[in-house]
């Protein structure tokens, strides 16, 4: 496979069913809870679909939540196999300048195998509970909670544990994880620009934060998915792959929805085992799902709660498009160039709206709103929204205490790329209301606001909530000094 880009292929040519493809696109544009952002499909290591709704793009960065934890347990399974992390040593032993403070035997026992398995013996996360009890060194805070039950026999999805990983991998190479990754993962794969929230103390925080595009998503999919090889390249141990992708804590509960859930199906290294293969995930629908029975990856970024109906639907719609054999040319009565230019054109569909109210116009010409109620709930530090006309257009500016986010209202989509990339639509949805949606396009979130006039008061609304952003200005990818 080349490392500038992924082979391409039809359908058809690798035995894929397109209308099953259509079927899942059908499936989600009309879910009433699911935004897509992006899709790419590989089949026997060729790229056969990929589609992006507008505004969304192929080339933008998009926050991948806790699918992070899988591109750090690949950095954790090559720092093992350049010999500098052993599993089987306990985490406090890449710490030792905790080692008098850590007197717990369950702590001390605690194994790095067992944080890369979320299996730490603690039944909770631990995350807040650590970054109190040291805002600085949270391992050291970690280490402070004593488990629960003994480390290695029990499942708890706890960032704590990440944390602790990617702490040691970054302590034994003496990088960061971007930086370790790019000449061991993502100059190899032909991964481009990618970047990582970093803590108070200027570490990647590993468990989540991480910014890619869906390529590289599909991209690390393919190459677990190749047994570590790329290009005919070995990038990373067999034995990692099956060791990273097979189950090594129960995650099942035993409830009777246990057998429709697929996050009952077991836990990796920072993977989940699904009814269908294995996947990294991340929160509102950002998947890497690895097929090996199908010899497919499926890649997604999206805005959605409903994670496992996105799941039900790829099982439903896209396993059985996946045949065992090339079809006709062109697929199905034509298939594969229906669904070449239906993915060429998708986009999120527009606040729906009514023409600006005649007579309306000085009204909002230079208007300002404050948080109904006295306070904005949805985004605390959203202390003012402006509307005015200027020579380039109407804008809207959302005031933040002493730094703006200013908008361009158009038609359709209006993207903005600084200082925060946001995509802006809005239109009146009564004669005193301008009801205004901000897609944050590094993120998988959008924002509701809207404006009355009789009261000059303004609501906002998260379709999907931010789960680390301080302010609407931090809903971008970090940058930082190389």
């Not at 993962?185 to 970047?195: H, K, Q, S």
């Not at 609304?461 to 301080?470: E, S």
Request: charged residues 20%.
């Amino acid at each position: 496979m080349s490392a500038r880009s992924l082979p391409v292929s039809t359908p058809a040519e690798q035995g894929v069913d397109a209308t099953g493809i259509a079927a899942f696109l059908d499936a989600v544009e009309s879910a009433p809870d699911i935004e897509p952002h992006s899709l790419m499909i590989l089949r026997h290591g060729h790229l056969v679909a990929s589609g992006w709704w507008a505004p969304y793009t192929p080339e933008r960065l998009q926050l991948l939540y806790s699918l992070s934890k899988s591109f750090t347990s690949t950095a954790a399974g090559l720092a093992a196999s350049e010999g500098l992390l052993d599993l089987d040593e306990p985490v406090l032993s890449y710490f030792p300048e905790f080692d008098a403070d850590i007197t717990d035997p369950r702590s001390r026992a605690l194994l790095v195998r067992h944080v890369a398995a979320m299996a730490s013996g603690h039944l909770v996360d631990t995350w807040g509970e650590a970054a109190h009890l040291d805002p600085k060194e949270t391992v050291r805070g970690f280490l402070l909670i004593t488990p629960d039950r003994e480390p290695g026999t029990v499942f708890a999805y706890n960032q704590s544990a990440t944390y602790a990983l990617a702490s040691i991998v970054q302590r034994v190479t003496g990088q960061s994880l971007t930086g370790y990754l790019r000449t061991r993962l993502f100059d190899p794969l032909g991964i481009g620009e990618t970047a990582w929230t970093r803590n108070r103390v200027g570490r990647e925080i590993g468990f989540s934060g991480m910014y890619a595009a869906t390529d590289a998503i599909a991209r690390l999919g393919q190459l677990y998915l190749g047994q570590g090889v790329w290009e005919e390249r070995r990038i990373l141990p067999a034995s990692w792959i099956a060791e990273a992708t097979r189950e090594h804590i129960a995650t099942a509960d035993g409830s009777p929805e246990g057998a429709r859930s697929d996050w009952q199906r077991g836990y990796g290294f920072q993977f989940w085992r699904s009814r269908h293969g294995y996947r990294g995930d991340g929160a509102y629908g950002q998947f890497c799902v690895v097929l090996p029975e199908h010899d497919a990856v499926i890649a997604t970024t999206a805005a959605t709660e409903q994670l496992q109906e996105l799941l039900h639907l790829m099982w439903r719609h896209l396993l059985p498009a996946f045949g065992t054999a090339p079809l006709p040319p062109g697929g199905h009565g034509g298939a594969d160039e229906a669904l070449r230019q239906r993915l060429a054109g998708l986009a999120l569909p527009t606040v729906a709206g009514a023409p600006e109210p005649a007579g309306r116009t000085d009204s909002w010409a230079d208007a300002a709103f404050v948080p109904a109620g006295g306070r904005c709930d949805a985004v605390p530090t959203l202390t003012q929204v402006r509307v005015a006309d200027t020579h380039r257009g109407r804008r809207v500016t959302l005031v933040e205490g002493d730094t703006r986010l200013d908008l361009r209202l158009g038609t359709g989509w209006t993207l903005e790329e600084g200082p925060v990339p946001t995509a802006v639509c809005g239109d009146w949805t009564g004669p005193d209301t301008l009801s205004v949606d901000v897609l944050f396009v590094e993120t998988p979130h959008r924002l509701t606001v809207t404006c009355s006039l009789p009261d000059r008061t303004f609501t906002a609304r998260w379709h999907t909530t931010p789960l680390h952003a301080k302010s609407l200005h931090s809903l971008r990818a970090p940058s930082y000094p190389a």
